[in-house]
């Protein structure tokens, strides 16, 4: 996890591009409940996870939106997911539930050194 000001930074880098920030998915609310962390994130959905990431959308096309999922950590890592309007709720759910098991799987894999 990163400290506030980072949070603000990937937030305002999101928004510079379009991006709104939809969802927090932290592994405890207590990450939150610093003041300067629960200003930045005001506006979103906060849940429980075992992945510490930020989920932005934005329209991609007339008829698309897309959603980024970004990792909170140092080493930025973000995956993207390209709904279309016509899915229903339960389906973008499903979909964005598949995309935060990928990163969850892409994290857990131990660096190599070439």
């Not at 937030?11 to 930045?40: M, N, T």
């Amino acid at each position: 996890m990163v400290d506030a000001d980072s949070i603000r930074d990937i937030v305002a880098q999101y928004a510079d591009h379009g991006w709104k920030l939809r969802r927090v998915l932290v592994d405890s609310k207590d990450i939150v409940s610093d003041p300067k962390v629960a200003e930045i994130l005001a506006d979103a959905d906060v849940r429980i996870s075992k992945l510490c990431a930020l989920w932005f959308s934005r329209r991609s096309r007339p008829d698309r939106e897309a959603w980024e999922l970004r990792q909170l950590s140092a080493s930025p890592y973000a995956m993207v997911e390209v709904i279309p309007d016509d899915v229903d709720d339960d389906d973008r759910e499903s979909r964005l539930r598949a995309v935060e098991t990928q990163m969850m799987e892409h994290t857990k894999r131990p660096e190599t050194s070439h």
